[in-house]
């Protein structure tokens, strides 16, 4: 790259095609979707693509075909085909961690070859693949007996964040592909109740734990997972042998594996490659092969890498991920949205908004670029969200009417996987209205030609003019839901390929774990506390009540 390039890239809000599209923005200020729409027959049908079983309609978004190609030449600006090939690559482009972002290696083919350091990591991939669906039949058969010499029918995923959030987040997705005899729970908060409540009902001689840790230090999952080590003993009279056919382990991490007695043959492990939100399609999705079984889970892998090869090769302008990065980077940072509310208008997507706010905010909440030096615009937006049609008797109202710009992704299916009377039409119904209403709105005229009192006109007008996505799917299967989760990764990479900052680490985790360590061994002691006086004032304050007086 030249240095002129270098240089742009460093500076991407100073750069000649970020101002022209702070120029356009201001152009199209003031026309409203209605007009677009109304002056373009077309645009509902030429902005959306049409790939890899995914409908994505981007046409209620305020933008004109100006619009993309002026993101389009952002893009180019930030050398995005080049930081693309870089990640498929292997290249360390986690540079903070001085690591390679190889998630992609996790669902190629077995003949594809993926190199990291000059090795080619699939085979490895593979291997683990093989064994963990090996270890599923054995569980799935009964042939994997507990201590006790009873088949296992309780599985309890122990992990947090990306060793949580992914698993459980599929769990649901896929809970109609899963085995209904086995039951799955997560625990993942260092509160004992999680642990108390997942664990209450079950009885330990039937009950398989996998620890979910890619480093196996974390704190939270540490806790939890000697907590479960305590429950099982006790069900078995503290025989330590009791540990081995009842705890498995997935992590990068050995040591710390055998050293909480779990042996390196019922370990399953990933590598340092591998982000812990890039990380459900690796073993950290043990239970949910264990739930779905091998094949559904190699469908899931399939889906993923469909949509890795369109990423890979698409040009930019049909490019599903390159598009919705460059349309939030548009809402974000040309028309000040601050938040995205993503909606699936399908109930087994209900922890789909929450595995997205780990995989876009740990990703892309960044305020240095790749070189240290402030990054000079927005990053990531505050992602949240609820399955419809719930949200639509809740939230909603702010979005139709509130004084703030939310762009939404709607997410639907075209089948429901429990047809029952007309409830999806219903459903299907009622996401396409939500996106029609944000548009298009409802004018003065047209509330006042309603018979409506004229004090009560402008509590009825719907301004419109509010941005939205809309995914159409088929139907939700393992395969949907693999091209779906990796749209969100590759857009999420676009997004910081823009901003210029690294997408993979996390440093924003460690200064709260840090002084958590401090101040657990104050909470029970007598030394003062040497913090700020707020901290103090609560420390003893925690003590007192834990002490039973105020
Ligand atoms: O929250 C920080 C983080 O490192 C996440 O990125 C990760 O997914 C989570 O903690 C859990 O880490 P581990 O899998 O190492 O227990």
Request: glycine share 12%; charged share 10%.
């Given at each position: 790259m030249s240095g002129v390039a270098q240089e742009q890239l460093h500076s991407i809000s100073r750069s000649a095609a970020w101002g022209a599209l702070e120029a356009h923005a201001r152009e199209l200020g003031p026309h409203h979707l209605r007009e677009l729409f109304a002056a373009d027959a077309g645009r509902g049908e030429r902005l959306a693509i049409d790939a890899i079983g995914i409908y994505l309609d981007y046409s209620k978004n305020r933008i004109t075909d100006e619009t993309i190609r002026l993101l389009l030449a952002l893009a180019e600006e930030a050398s995005l085909r080049e930081r693309i090939d870089a990640m498929f690559g292997g290249d360390k482009v986690n540079v903070s961690e001085d690591r390679a972002a190889l998630h992609v290696a996790l669902r190629a083919p077995r003949n594809a070859v993926f190199r990291v350091d000059g090795d080619n990591v699939v085979p490895e991939v593979h291997a683990v693949l093989d064994r963990m669906a090996g270890f599923c039949d054995r569980v799935r058969s009964g042939a994997w007996r507990g201590h006790g010499g009873k088949p296992i029918r309780n599985v309890i995923n122990i992990g947090i964040g990306g060793s949580d959030l992914g698993p459980v987040m599929a769990y649901e997705a896929l809970r109609h592909y899963s085995r209904r005899d086995l039951r799955f729970r997560f625990v993942s908060n260092v509160d004992g109740t999680d642990f108390a409540e997942a664990t209450r009902d079950l009885a330990a001689d039937e009950t398989l734990f996998i620890v979910a840790s890619k480093t196996f230090t974390t704190q939270e999952t540490m806790t939890n997972a000697r907590s479960a080590r305590d429950w099982t003993l006790a069900a078995f009279g503290g025989e330590a042998s009791a540990v081995a056919r009842h705890f498995?382990?997935?992590?990068?991490?050995?040591?710390?594996?055998?050293?909480?007695?779990?042996?390196?043959?019922?370990?399953?492990?990933?590598?340092?490659?591998?982000?812990?939100?890039?990380?459900?399609?690796?073993?950290?999705?043990?239970?949910?092969?264990?739930?779905?079984?091998?094949?559904?889970?190699?469908?899931?892998?399939?889906?993923?890498?469909?949509?890795?090869?369109?990423?890979?090769?698409?040009?930019?302008?049909?490019?599903?991920?390159?598009?919705?990065?460059?349309?939030?980077?548009?809402?974000?940072?040309?028309?000040?949205?601050?938040?995205?509310?993503?909606?699936?208008?399908?109930?087994?997507?209900?922890?789909?908004?929450a595995y997205l706010q780990q995989l876009t905010m740990e990703s892309n909440g960044k305020r240095v670029r790749l070189d240290g030096r402030p990054?000079?615009?927005?990053?990531?937006?505050?992602?949240?969200?609820?399955?419809?049609?719930?949200?639509?008797?809740?939230?909603?109202?702010?979005?139709?009417?509130?004084?703030?710009?939310?762009?939404?992704?709607?997410?639907?299916?075209?089948e429901s996987l429990n047809p029952l009377g007309a409830h999806h039409e219903l459903l299907l119904a009622n996401v396409l209205a939500q996106s029609e209403a944000l548009a298009f709105g409802k004018t003065a005229d047209e509330v006042r030609a309603e018979g409506t009192p004229e004090e009560l006109v402008p509590h009825r007008v719907f301004e419109g003019n509010r941005p939205s996505n809309t995914l159409l799917l088929e139907r939700l299967t393992p395969a949907a839901l693999g091209t779906l989760v990796a749209l969100y990764e590759h857009s999420v990479f676009t997004q910081a390929t823009i901003w210029n900052i690294d997408p993979f680490d996390q440093w924003g985790v460690e200064l709260g774990k840090q002084l958590a360590r401090r101040i657990v061994p104050e909470l029970s002691g007598d030394a003062a506390p040497a913090h700020d006086s707020s901290t103090n004032a609560l420390i003893r304050r925690c003590r007192a009540l834990r002490a039973g007086r105020t």
């Open positions: 498995v382990a997935v992590s990068t991490n050995t040591d710390a594996v055998t050293a909480f007695g779990i042996a390196a043959d019922h370990m399953f492990g990933f590598w340092d490659w591998v982000g812990g939100r890039y990380s459900m399609d690796s073993a950290i999705g043990l239970s949910t092969m264990l739930a779905i079984g091998p094949d559904h889970f190699h469908a899931m892998l399939a889906g993923f890498h469909a949509m890795d090869e369109h990423f890979h090769g698409a040009p930019f302008e049909a490019n599903l991920p390159v598009l919705m990065g460059l349309l939030g980077v548009w809402n974000n940072n040309f028309l000040g949205a601050r938040t995205l509310a993503v909606l699936p208008y399908e109930q087994y997507l209900k922890r789909f908004p990054v000079g615009c927005e990053t990531g937006p505050i992602y949240w969200g609820e399955p419809g049609t719930n949200g639509q008797h809740s939230f909603y109202q702010l979005i139709h009417q509130g004084t703030r710009l939310i762009p939404c992704d709607f997410i639907a299916f075209g």
